[in-house]
């Protein structure tokens, strides 16, 4: 089954992000304050995320290539990006950070060349990996699976009313018909399947 | 425009499901026409078409017997407001509310609960406008203390009364940071009552310590959760408007011949209807 091979990379690809640190609980949470009433909330985040490090990492970069250094300015921008990355839960990059910081409260030059380069390469990797992480959920979406976030009821709801063929009123694990009750659970897989 | 034969085949509609269905279709077919009518200068058109579909499902309401849920389709559609429309149909609109610098989200919320966040930050903004959106907050937030100052009423009003129940602020800002805007805050008559909580990333005991002194509530570390949103209801009064008459009650009047009684204060929207 398409959906359920999607969903075993899915669940994989999320686990080794969490086990390599480069999520940490903070991503958890965003992921639970998405529902049918925000069914992208984690897309806007990340890509929000995304738009506002490329800013920070461009100043950044101008900031140390003039001469003299403003520190404190440094200091500033690496205090947001800090911000922010703990704000989604990239906990790698905010580790970089606090490094950072002390190399600009050092003015050490070289350092903060150093942290900047560093930043930069655990940025992208991120966000390669949060993009690859969505594919895969519009994928899942598309083959005919449920989102994640608990609103598959909502889904089901919507489905009997409109009286029309959603592909979320069908089991992702086995393309079964779900019948209300089964959906009452909110599991994943149905129970036979599970 | 055509008034299509809505009253009847609802009331005809034997089984509920059939009359949730046909009513999920107008409400899309609302949606639908109110895209044509932006395009459109017809202010009378879009009354009358909308106090017909008013009509239409208060006929699906009062007929339905059954007692299940109100379903997905009936439930407050999020649709542009008055303002927004005339907005973007060109018309000018004496009422329509110029918060260019102010990011303004509106939630069809029960208690009108305004809370006021202050981030510089647009990531952050977004966290905090969606965690207080859980507890069915109206919020408005802005990027400085300045424009919350704008905002609260001190420095060159909008032109707005806004009854703001609580103040969440980052700390680290630039030109104001949040500890000063707590003191602005604290030194107005006006606006003393009001709650303030502080946000940072930072764990600064002193910090905390001078915040805390000069009245604020709560200082709460960042990243903010859920958990953090709930403590907050404890500060949160709920005043009345007295100044927002559409705001009080969330029940709607509704005439003998099912017309809903406009308030000449008050924006119609479609989306509020109390489910009785």
């Not at chain 1, 086995?174 to 009452?184: F, G, H, L, N, Y």
Request: proline share 3%.
């Amino acid at each position: 089954m398409e959906v359920v091979r999607l969903q075993q990379q899915l669940i994989e690809l999320t686990n080794s992000l969490f086990q390599e640190g480069f999520l940490d609980d903070q991503f958890t949470q965003l992921q639970m304050l998405q529902d049918a009433s925000n069914p992208d909330f984690v897309q806007e985040v990340v890509n929000l995320f995304a738009e506002d490090s490329e800013r920070i990492l461009a100043e950044l970069t101008k900031a140390l290539e003039i001469e003299p250094v403003d520190y404190k300015k440094v200091d500033a921008y690496v205090h947001q990006f800090k911000g922010s990355s703990s704000s989604i839960g990239a906990q790698r990059i905010k580790a970089v950070c606090v490094d950072f910081r002390a190399y600009a409260e050092a003015e050490n030059r070289e350092g903060c060349r150093q942290a900047l380069q560093q930043i930069k390469q655990e940025f992208f990797l991120v966000k390669n990996k949060l993009e690859a992480l969505l594919q895969l959920e519009q994928q899942i979406l598309a083959a005919g699976g449920r989102k994640k976030g608990g609103d598959g009821l909502q889904k089901l709801q919507q489905a009997d009313v409109a009286n029309t063929a959603v592909p979320f009123n069908l089991w992702a694990c086995c393309q079964q018909d779900v019948s209300w009750e089964r959906a009452a659970t909110n599991a994943n897989f149905c129970s036979s399947c599970a | 425009m055509s008034t299509a034969p809505i009253d009847t085949s609802l009331a005809r509609a034997p089984h509920s499901n059939e009359r949730y269905s046909l009513a999920s279709s107008y409400a899309d077919l609302a949606s639908h026409r109110n895209k044509e009518q932006v395009a459109s200068t017809h202010y009378l058109t879009q009354v009358s078409f909308l106090r017909t579909l008013i009509r239409a499902l208060c006929i699906t309401m009062a007929a339905s017997e059954s007692d299940r849920e109100v379903p997905e389709a009936l439930k407050p559609i999020e649709i542009l407001s008055w303002s927004d429309q005339r907005k973007s149909a060109g018309l000018s609109n004496s009422e329509a509310v110029t918060l260019k610098s102010v990011e303004e989200v509106n939630t069809p919320s029960l208690t009108e609960v305004h809370v006021l966040a202050v981030d510089d930050s647009v990531l952050d903004r977004k966290m905090i406008e969606r965690l207080l959106r859980t507890s069915s907050y109206k919020v408005t937030t802005v990027d400085s203390g300045n424009k919350a100052l704008e905002v609260l009423g001190i420095e060159g009003s909008l032109g707005l009364q806004i009854n703001i129940s609580l103040i969440i602020t980052d700390y680290c800002m630039p030109g104001m940071t949040g500890y000063e805007l707590l003191k602005r805050i604290k030194e107005t008559s006006a606006l003393k009552e009001i709650p303030v909580v502080i946000m940072s990333s930072e764990n600064v005991p002193n910090r905390i310590q001078r915040c805390l002194e000069e009245g604020a509530k709560e200082f709460i570390m960042k990243p903010v959760q859920l958990a953090d949103v709930e403590r907050l209801k404890s500060h949160i009064q709920s005043t009345c408007h007295i100044d927002q008459p559409s705001s009080l009650c969330n029940k709607r009047k509704f005439g003998s011949d099912g017309f809903e009684v406009q308030n000449p204060g008050r924006r119609p929207r479609l989306g509020e209807l109390a489910v009785a």
